[in-house]
């Protein structure tokens, strides 16, 4: 059989659970498709990344058409989603905050979506270039991967959502109630002993030392919780050579590590501009402290 036949024979049977792939699991790394040298390169992730964003703008344009009041089904179906995403991301990061965020969080949870179940796509990750190997055929380069089962694709992400975050935050909030809340005393002086105050302070000092360092690592934590599920659930599939039933499995972890990653995005945003007194605070807002 030759390597073609292979090919097209492997993508015609993902759909029914088959795969002649051997079950040798998935290289953490994305394979380059065209090397440029020098450490530059374009790889089957980022080619996945870029030909999947420009076809769910493709999609989105074609469902909507021409917006106009009484909506078609095309865009009452975005409508729907855009209005159930705003039920879930107001509430968390404060509607003084919220125009600014949610066209972020809206794309974050599509996009995260949409390649998190690439990997359930025919061919994806196993039509490429690869070698017989006691009689299976072992990919090596696959020409399509999934943009989120890459490291790298992750970690980008996460560092957008870390920068959006830190604009966000210092607009709407500013670096005086930014301070406050790392660092300030939230004990209530009134209801405190005198002699207690300032232990606290100290206290609270230290805490928001602890703070400033989770706030670093966000970028880290959110791109391996992200890539660790997605990457494994790759495995999954070609350990099981494509068993059926992990398609559903599969189907709801993608939307949940979607959301995941978009839930705490907002959460993060939220805890500093849902609340009153910030630097921006509408006029009517009561002064009250940081309601996390």
Request: hydrophobic share 50%; net charge neutral; with cysteine.
């Amino acid at each position: 059989m030759s390597r073609f036949t292979r090919q097209v024979s492997t993508s015609i049977l993902l759909p029914l659970g088959v795969s002649p792939l051997a079950a040798e699991g998935v290289a953490p790394g994305a394979s380059k498709l065209v090397d440029f040298g020098n450490g530059w390169a374009i790889t089957n992730a980022m080619a996945t990344g870029w030909a999947g964003s420009a076809l769910l703008v493709a999609f989105v344009l074609w469902l909507i058409g021409k917006p106009s009041i009484v909506p078609s089904k095309g865009q009452a179906v975005v409508e729907s989603l855009i209005e159930g995403l705003r039920g879930i991301f107001e509430p968390i990061v404060g509607k003084q905050a919220f125009p600014a965020a949610f066209p972020l969080l809206v794309t974050f949870f599509v996009f995260i979506l949409f390649h998190n179940w690439m990997g359930l796509f025919p061919g994806v990750g196993t039509v490429g270039w690869g070698q017989v190997i006691e009689g299976h055929f072992q990919m090596t380069r696959p020409w399509v991967r999934p943009h989120n089962a890459d490291f790298n694709g992750t970690i980008a992400l996460a560092l957008i959502s870390f920068g959006a975050w830190a604009i966000i935050v210092f607009k709407f909030a500013g670096p005086k109630l930014i301070l406050k809340d790392l660092f300030g005393n939230k004990a209530d002086k009134g209801e405190t002993p005198g002699w207690l105050y300032p232990v606290l302070s100290v206290v609270f000092l230290v805490v928001g030392l602890i703070e400033v360092f989770s706030i670093a690592i966000r970028p880290f934590t959110l791109s391996v919780r992200l890539f660790g599920n997605v990457y494994g659930g790759e495995n999954l599939l070609h350990g099981t050579s494509f068993f059926f039933a992990f398609y559903f499995m599969e189907l709801m972890v993608g939307v949940i590590q979607a959301l995941v990653f978009t839930l705490l995005t907002a959460v993060y945003i939220g805890l500093l501009c849902n609340h009153e007194g910030g630097d921006h605070a509408h006029d009517d807002a009561h002064g009250g402290g940081a309601h996390h």
